[in-house]
Structures are given as structure tokens and as C-alpha cells.
């Protein structure tokens, strides 16, 4: 149980255009998903946190019109990379949590923008 | 302010020995502790969780941990490592007492390696 997935696994995209990142709870209803971004040999950075139809609330540092975030269903909530450069690459991950303490990870997304 | 320091970056041991991965933490109120690991190209995944009762956690594939609150410390152990017990390890605090904050509070993770 409490499996998270996360679509696509990597992408390459050309600079300036637009990434969308999709996190699924695949078999529970997650009232709140969480995203994050990890660089190179570092811990997790969390970027925004979403509870299902409310607008995400994100961390100090996090431009959230760079980073759109939405989150229409208890099962689905997406990341979007606007006008993506090659800073934005780094490994995205999501999680989801069922209103308890602990969350779910996904996979991850491999984001490069070349 | 809340934090989490794990005092180890690199951890390696010879395959059937003991696993240590230490960590400390410091949060102003009662947290809840939780230990991940992260394998290649794989998700994170929960290894253990302390929350409140009791002191020794026993997680998944052989790993506990015990809550030490005069020590502020929440060590990650093994009897016996496995050669598939290499990955990344992180310790993990979410004080509790802040309302609906799900925030977690990441160390900077250990690396573990198993030789044969």
C-alpha cells in the first residue's frame, strides 16, 4: 500500500520551454502532497506544499510563478516548470501524505534543460 | 530553531558487520523522528518512525533505532549488513506541536557502503 508515482521519470527540454511533472497516489487519497527538490549528493529542499483544491504554499526562496503547482484531485497534483533553464535542473520529487505524519515518496523526475 | 544532524556523510562497512548511522536533532518541542532510505533511481522509502511510544523502533529489513531524548539522538542500527542495504540514508524530524505543519526537517544524509 501507499504507493506514490511519479511521471515522467526524466525529461530533457530545450531552454525556455515548459515541463509538467505529474505525482500520483496511487491507492490512497493524499489531502496533502508536498514537492521537493534534491541537488547533486544533497538532502531534500522542500519547494511547496498542496492540499487538494487550495492553492499550494511555498517556501521561502521558491518563485511560485516559475514553479506552478496544482493539485485538482486527492490523487493528482502536478508541478509545472515555466520557461525552464538549465539552473531549474535537479532531481523533483513528490510526496503525498493521507493526513497523517508520515509521507509517501515518489520516484523521483530527473529534470535537463539544455 | 529545529534542525537535524547526521554526523556521519560517509558510512562504510564490511558485509555481516554491525550498521551505525548516527543522528541528532534539536526541536523545541516533542518531534516525531522518521528514518529514509534512498537507493539509486529508486524512491525514497521508509525504513522507521518514531512517534511518541516507544523508545526502540524496529523497522523494515532489519533496521531500529531508539529514541534518545538526554542524548537528542535517534541512531540508526543493524546487526548485519547486507550487500543491498548500500544506499543513501537520511534522518528526518518533524516537530510536533506546530499546528497542521507537515513540514519535514531533512539531515544531509549518509552514505553507506557494504564491501563483500
Known amino acids: 500500500g501507499a504507493v506514490v508515482s511519479q511521471h515522467p521519470s526524466r525529461v530533457i527540454c530545450k531552454s525556455g520551454t515548459s515541463v509538467k511533472i505529474e505525482c500520483r497516489s496511487l491507492?490512497?487519497?493524499?489531502?496533502?502532497m508536498f514537492w521537493y527538490r534534491q541537488f547533486p549528493k544533497q538532502s531534500l529542499m522542500l519547494m511547496a506544499t498542496?492540499?487538494?483544491?487550495?492553492?499550494?504554499?511555498?517556501e521561502q526562496g521558491v518563485e511560485k510563478d516559475k514553479f506552478l503547482i496544482n493539485h485538482a484531485s486527492l490523487t493528482l497534483s502536478t508541478l509545472t516548470v515555466t520557461s525552464a533553464h538549465p539552473e531549474d535542473s535537479s532531481f523533483y520529487i513528490c510526496?503525498?501524505?493521507?493526513?497523517?505524519?508520515?509521507?509517501?515518496f515518489g520516484p523521483g523526475t530527473r529534470l535537463l534543460v539544455l | 530553531a529545529q534542525s537535524v544532524t547526521q554526523l556521519d556523510s560517509h558510512v562504510s562497512v564490511s558485509e555481516g558487520t554491525p550498521v551505525l548511522l548516527r543522528c541528532n536533532y534539536s526541536?523545541?518541542?516533542?518531534?516525531?523522528l522518521f528514518w529514509y532510505v534512498q537507493h539509486p533511481n529508486k524512491g525514497l522509502q521508509l525504513l522507521l518512525k518514531?512517534?511518541?511510544?516507544a523508545t526502540l523502533v524496529k523497522g523494515i529489513n532489519g533496521f531500529e533505532a531508539e529514541f534518545k531524548k538526554s542524548e537528542t539522538s535517534f541512531h540508526l542500527t543493524k546487526p548485519s549488513a547486507h550487500m543491498s542495504d548500500a544506499a543513501e540514508y537520511f534522518c528526518?524530524?518533524?516537530?510536533?506541536?506546530?499546528?497542521?505543519?507537515?513540514?519535514?526537517?531533512w539531515g544531509l544524509g549518509t552514505s553507506l557502503a557494504v564491501n563483500p
Open positions: 526541536s523545541s518541542y516533542s518531534p516525531s
Open positions: 528526518v524530524v518533524r516537530p510536533l506541536g506546530a499546528g497542521n505543519n507537515r513540514k519535514l526537517i
Open positions: 498542496s492540499n487538494e483544491g487550495s492553492k499550494a504554499t511555498y
Open positions: 491507492d490512497f487519497q493524499a489531502t496533502t
Open positions: 510526496s503525498a501524505s493521507e493526513g497523517t505524519e508520515t509521507q509517501y
Open positions: 518514531y512517534t511518541s511510544a
